[in-house]
């Protein structure tokens, strides 16, 4: 369960003019016009102070005309033209904006509105709370129950209450208001004489635009007259001022909404700015912030903000760690060198022999570890001493290199070597770059993303972001040399200097990182780093090596079966709609479902911009009356599935290695737990019969045999260990089905008398209440009234008093210290655990419920991962782990091995927690020919 997110979007065209008009004019020393950017900035930072978020963004108008002067070629035509001196500062503004740390977006042929209504809706269909910052009015029609409007200038937040009292209207009638009125900046047509008293009116009376439309012969007089006039052009006006949502941004956020996380503020070019436009004060921040322990000018980090900190209880509690940073004195002088003569080489090998560690990194030619070439490595001694060897660049960027293999076979000794300590940045992937050359990686003793997760697991782990936030210093970025998108060079082909720089820069500062963030932790967090974190490392790196072997024959039946049943589907679903439509069209889907079929829309979802949604939760909440609804969503499931999975596995078979290789990220979600990419293999469904079926694809080759042991409730058994109730732990120390005594309690019965029906209830209400479900969520899943869960619940926790006893005191010791914890001391980090919004406090309060659960639950996972892995290689057997997924470890066993892997497998699984839990861990073990039969 993760704490609720929030999306913070600018509109900083709008800002930019609202400012220009406000501020007093200011000029730079050299004659520059600077209010209005003095104006937009300070605006930044108040907001970065009063709303808390995780992801921002601030979009600005880009130049020229848009898609609305081809609908309308007189579109702000009567706009005048943008004054003198406000063009120099909307020409720098979004530069500076960058480099305090926010994502800038400025997209071609659109406006900004449509990129912040796009970016709105994607952030409230993935689950965030929504904040816009504007002054437009136009911006209020994207407002429902996760998208909120600020305006700082004025002090005003708009939800949806907020935009009846201001308006007179509902949100999903903004659009039909402003195309009543229309809008003489924006030069769009209206009804003339109707102003908003008129509009209110007409739209309290009809309903909406086209309502007005229908009655207009009913409305009298003048204004009635100019309304039949307008008629043939409402339609237009509306299109107008209908702001886009669902525009295609891959382009510019290639990485989704990921890409949108806040960042840390450049502050040694904020200075340079600074000093250039004279804002002496904010001058004085910036070179102070390289030094300062804590506080943040703009808001750089999460926890740590000024505003926040000063919304904590004053009770003279110690305020977390993260707010204290410990920043290293950066060396005197850099010592950046490229290798590429045998007498820098030779004097290379004798300082590696005599030093104990290093610094490490490799250039490559790409990011999938198992394809990519070695460009170049890079070796730090000390701080700010660093080696960059070039062994494969093009000879027009690197015309001196030294022979690749023969570097390499010179090199292989110490980088094989366990005595000869390595540092570096996610060295998973250099380990597979140098495994790619046949050389075996050995000595990894630390890792700067690994150190950071410890320290911070909630914050961004980039080298670039970790030297700003932690050593006060900026980084050349591979953006800065290779550029990006469809214009993106190879490293290969960045010149020596440059990539010199960069590559010695990368290994210094991974080695400088990970001493400094080894020194912010306690004995626990040292212990979990050393103990868990970097031998869990090794462990992925081989089965990430390892892969899993994929029946491509199987595979391709599925797909033609599963493109027959959609097939199929697609003609039922036009049979029941009564015509043919395109299935994944939300817009005639809507029509089809609302318009045609009559189906009731009240208290369904509506999308950002009025209509009502077609997503997934709409459409099992319909399913059960409709036949429509229903076909859809098993047609979306199954094409899903298709696409994901059963066509685009065998694309990925490795033609060496003839398996699929997953990668394992370790530093993402903050409860620890790992997620798997290219492919993800921990979101194959299961609930369904083609979904479960997909594992079958996943084989042992012949002689062998695939094992899968899975941890039984462990979730559940945690939490009777950390509630200590004394219910609980006994039905698990006797080895009852807990559900099954959970319905007894709750319904009050003897164990052999509850039925089914009663124990599905009961098992709802226990992994409902570890993620902190309330009566509401609990009465929808069951499908009862919300007296009847609330009764339910209250029975619960009269059943099992530590339950309730362990939520009340986690809550207040979150909020007290920040962070909770797992068993091993995992510390896990609540953000908005005091924020002032109750929705997102809310949720921080249901993570730190659940967090430990997880958290422990993950950390008891990567602790088997070792001791397995750890027993079969000390046993010297052929078996090998290959997947992990949640709380179920896969191996490829060798039949021989196979009674010897299950009897012991579940031994070392039960055994990972040393005897902490108050309650037996165990382990469920199958095997079979395949992932499906085993599990």
């Not at 000093?275 to 912030?289: D, G, S, V, Y």
Request: with cysteine.
């Amino acid at each position: 369960m993760m704490t609720q997110q929030t999306l913070l979007l600018v509109d900083g065209s709008s800002y930019l003019y609202r400012a220009y008009h406000a501020m007093a004019p200011l000029t730079a020393p050299d004659g520059t016009p600077t209010g209005a950017v003095y104006g937009v900035l300070n605006m930044l930072r108040r907001l970065r102070a009063d709303y808390p978020h995780d992801y921002c963004a601030c979009v600005f108008d880009a130049k020229g005309k848009n898609f609305r002067h081809e609908m309308f070629p007189d579109y702000k035509a009567t706009r005048p033209p943008m004054p003198d001196d406000l063009r120099p500062q909307a020409e720098m503004l979004p530069e500076l904006v960058r480099l305090l740390g926010w994502p800038v977006l400025v997209v071609p042929d659109v406006e900004a509105d449509d990129v912040i209504g796009t970016l709105a809706r994607q952030g409230a269909e993935n689950g965030l709370d929504v904040i816009v910052s504007t002054g437009d009015k136009d911006m209020a029609q994207l407002v429902d129950d996760k998208v909120i409007l600020v305006n700082t200038m004025s002090g005003e937040t708009l939800d949806i209450e907020g935009v009846k009292n201001k308006f007179g209207v509902r949100p999903d009638q903004i659009r039909d208001y402003l195309a009543l009125m229309g809008d003489k900046v924006d030069n769009v047509p209206g009804v003339e004489k109707c102003g908003p008293k008129t509009a209110v009116k007409w739209l309290e009376a009809y309903g909406s635009l086209e309502g007005v439309m229908a009655h207009a012969g009913e409305i009298k007089g003048k204004v009635g007259e100019n309304l039949q006039t307008a008629l043939p052009q409402l339609p237009l006006s509306y299109d107008l001022v209908t702001i886009k949502t669902d525009l295609d941004l891959h382009g510019e956020l290639p990485e989704g909404i990921d890409s949108l996380r806040r960042r840390t503020p450049k502050w040694t070019q904020l200075a340079v700015e600074f000093k250039r436009l004279n804002f002496r004060t904010w001058l004085k921040e910036a070179e102070e912030r390289r030094h300062e322990a804590a506080g943040d000018l703009f808001g750089g980090s999460h926890i740590g903000e000024q505003a926040a900190l000063a919304d904590m209880p004053d009770n003279g509690q110690t305020l977390p760690r993260e707010n204290i940073i410990e920043r290293p004195e950066p060396p005197a002088t850099l010592n950046y060198q490229a290798i590429t003569t045998e007498a820098q080489f030779a004097a290379l090998l004798e300082k590696l022999a005599a030093a104990g560690q290093i610094g490490l990194d490799t250039e490559t030619t790409s990011l999938d570890a198992m394809n990519a070439q070695l460009v170049g490595i890079s070796i730090a001694f000390q701080a700010g001493e660093a080696v960059y060897v070039p062994l494969g660049h093009n000879p027009t960027a690197a015309p001196e290199q030294l022979d690749l293999q023969t570097a390499l076979g010179r090199l292989k000794p110490y980088l094989e070597s366990e005595k000869l300590k390595k540092t570096g940045q996610n060295l998973k992937y250099d380990q597979h770059v140098f495994a790619n050359c046949n050389i075996a990686l050995r000595g990894i003793s630390g890792d700067a993303m690994l150190a950071s997760y410890i320290v911070e697991s909630h914050k961004g782990h980039g080298l670039d972001e970790l030297a700003e936030r932690w050593l006060g210093l900026d980084t050349i970025t591979y953006e800065s040399l290779c550029g990006k998108g469809a214009k993106q060079i190879s490293f290969a082909d960045v010149a020596l200097e440059q990539a010199a720089g960069y590559a010695c820069q990368d290994a210094d500062f991974a080695l400088r990182l990970e001493a400094c963030l080894k020194a912010q932790m306690d004995d626990k967090q040292l212990e979990m780093y050393e103990q868990m974190e970097l031998p869990v490392a090794q462990v992925l790196f081989e089965m990430e090596r390892n892969g899993v072997h994929i029946d491509k024959a199987e595979l391709a039946a599925q797909s033609r079966e599963l493109g027959a049943r959609i097939l199929e589907l697609e003609q039922q679903a036009y049979q029941a709609a009564g015509q043919p439509f395109n299935l994944n069209s939300p817009k005639q889907l809507q029509e089809i479902l609302f318009d045609k079929m009559g189906i009731p829309t009240k208290g369904l979802k509506k999308t950002a911009s009025g209509g009502i949604s077609t997503n997934e939760a709409v459409l099992e909440s319909l399913a059960h009356d409709y036949p429509l609804p229903k076909i859809i969503l098993e047609n979306r499931s199954l094409a899903k599935l298709k696409s994901t999975y059963t066509d685009k596995l065998p694309e990925m078979i490795h033609p060496a290695t003839g398996r699929v290789h997953t990668n394992y990220a370790q530093a993402v979600a903050i409860t620890g737990r790992l997620a798997s990419n290219n492919p993800n293999l921990q979101n194959i469904p299961i609930r369904t019969f083609e979904g479960r079926r997909v594992r079958r694809a996943f084989t042992a080759p012949a002689g062998k045999t695939i094992v899968s042991a899975d941890y039984s409730q462990i979730e559940l058994r945690i939490m009777a260990h950390l509630s200590g109730d004394k219910t609980l732990i006994e039905a698990f120390k006797n080895g009852e089905d807990i559900h099954r005594r959970t319905a007894a309690e709750v319904f009050g019965l003897a164990p052999e008398l509850v039925g089914s029906e009663q124990r599905r209830y009961a098992k709802t209400i226990n992994f409902g209440l570890i993620y902190g479900m309330g009566q509401y969520g609990l009465a929808k899943s069951l499908g009862i009234d919300n007296l009847s869960a609330k009764n339910f619940i209250d029975r619960y926790f009269a059943r099992y008093p530590g339950v309730a006893e362990y939520m009340q005191r986690t809550k207040e010791q979150a909020a007290q210290q920040g962070y909770v914890e797992t068993l091993f001391g995992r510390r896990l980090y609540l953000p908005d655990i005091h924020s002032k919004n109750g929705n997102a406090r809310a949720g921080a309060e249901r993570a730190a419920i659940n967090a430990p659960m997880q958290g422990t639950a993950s950390d008891l996972i990567k602790r088997a991962m070792i001791d397995v892995r750890d027993w079969l290689r000390s046993d010297g057997l052929a078996s090998k782990l290959i997947m992990q997924v949640h709380d179920e470890l896969v191996l490829e066993v060798v039949d021989s091995e196979l009674d010897l892997v299950k009897e012991k497998l579940p031994q070392i699984m039960a055994e990972v927690d040393g005897g902490l839990l108050a309650v037996p861990l165990v382990a469920e073990v199958g095997n079979g020919e395949n992932w499906e039969e085993a599990h």
